[in-house]
């Protein structure tokens, strides 16, 4: 990999000529990444032609694949070293970096998005309170690059559009400075993904083992656990203990009662009773986190490149004119309303077997002809009012009449449906 060795060997020349300052390294690795030129001169899978075809690597900074999949190191310089990831799956997960650097698409798409933090409340040292808003969401393509600014000057995620993809990543070593490297569950908490207490964590096994044998006296253990509880140990408990009841999609597919969510809410109350106002940050970490589940396995059942975009956009992005100006990155002929229409039309026709509720892709039930007008209307900025006028005024007396008793229902199961949502949120 001779262009590899060329990159690496140009930058360690020009950081030692800047004596290894750090904060100029995001900005010389970007520039030098753009000046190499990689994705016009080598192929993602011509990386991984090499490195089946070597003898003896050079040293492997991430062995076991904890980032990446795989993770490929092609060079190593005393001080930093140059990595190319490969991704099958897209992700929201949102974070920040104890280090710094620069990345450059190698292969497929991405949307980025870069989000703000302002900290409100210190809860430790691992756990943090504050408001999250969004300061850039964008498409990157092949040759994009972008830099990598250490802890919280770079908040952001990336979720990869095409599988696989890939990534060239000029990075440092993680820095003390720069840790805890948070993860941020929205709307308003950060966490610190890499914190174990040894403890802790086997009690939260435990409590995932009652539930599994369906112990009658689970609840009642579990819940003992959590008004005791501190603030950092109860958001652990209540993840794994989301996952566990989630697991079980059963119960939607067949549209019986879901004794789940009840038995998950009255956790949420004990949490209530512990930690007062605080356990309102969790309870909306979880109603955000079942939104994007319930994207996320919509997506799943599509195979159409479009249909898996709109949903990526519905994952990553909410707002009407940050969706449309991404549709109109990617579509560039096309008016981002009627990709919509269409999209929305097309999942409509598709069936699935995710419960009552969700017997379409979109998961309005019943979604029909007079849904895509209200749509339409709603996507033009129309409110109830305007578009009961604009229906007597286009449509025949006897059917206005015949729809219009329809519509207070239709404009808010559109509005608030996991779907369009994020779409029409304000």
């Known amino acids: 990999m001779e262009l590899f060795n060329k990159l690496g060997t140009e930058i360690e020349n020009r950081w030692r000529s800047m004596d290894y300052d750090e904060t100029r390294f995001p900005s010389l690795a970007a520039e030098a990444l753009r000046e190499a030129r990689l994705p016009e001169k080598v192929s993602a899978w011509e990386v991984l032609e090499w490195t089946l075809g070597e003898n003896e690597l050079p040293r492997q900074m991430d062995v076991h694949g904890r980032f990446g999949d ?177 697991s079980d999609r059963l119960s939607d597919m067949f549209g019986v009662e879901q004794p789940r969510r009840r038995r998950f809410d009255k956790f949420l109350d004990v949490v209530h009773e512990r930690h007062g106002d605080k356990a309102g940050v969790l309870a909306d970490s979880f109603a955000y986190r079942e939104r994007i589940d319930d994207l996320v396995r919509r997506r799943s059942v599509v195979t159409d490149p479009e249909h898996r975009f709109f949903f990526a956009l519905l994952l990553n992005v909410e707002g009407r004119d940050q969706i449309f100006s991404l549709i109109k990155q990617r579509f560039r002929d096309a008016e981002p309303i009627d990709k919509i229409l269409d999209w929305a039309y097309d999942l409509s026709q598709i069936r699935t077997v995710t419960g009552p509720q969700s017997q379409n892709a979109l998961g309005i039930p019943g979604f029909d002809d007079f849904d895509l007008y209200v749509l339409e209307a709603m996507l033009n900025g129309k409110d109830d009012g305007e578009i009961g006028s604009s229906i007597r005024s286009e449509y025949p007396a006897e059917k206005a009449e015949a729809l219009l008793p329809r519509l207070v229902e239709r404009v808010s199961m559109i509005r608030t449906s996991t779907t369009f949502g994020p779409l029409l949120a304000r």
């Open 70 to 246: 795989p993770p490929i190191t092609l060079f190593v310089a005393p001080r930093f070293y140059i990595d190319v990831y490969f991704w099958f799956q897209g992700t929201t997960s949102i974070h920040q970096h104890a280090f710094c650097g620069a990345f450059q698409v190698l292969l497929g798409s991405s949307i980025h998005s870069w989000y703000d933090f302002e900290l409100s409340e210190q809860v430790n040292s691992f756990v943090q309170i504050g408001d999250m808003s969004l300061r850039v969401c964008e498409l990157l393509e092949v040759g994009a690059v972008q830099e990598i600014r250490a802890g919280r000057q770079y908040v952001h995620s990336l979720f990869h559009l095409d599988q696989p993809s890939a990534t060239i990543v000029v990075r440092t070593e993680k820095s003390p400075l720069f840790l805890p490297q948070f993860d941020y569950h929205k709307p308003r908490l950060a966490t610190d993904p890499f914190f174990h207490h040894d403890t802790t964590t086997k009690k939260i096994q435990v409590a995932g083992a009652l539930l599994a044998a369906d112990r009658s006296d689970a609840d009642e253990l579990i819940s003992r656990m959590l008004a005791d509880s501190d603030f950092h140990t109860t958001f652990l408990l209540l993840s794994a203990l989301h996952y566990r009841l989630n």
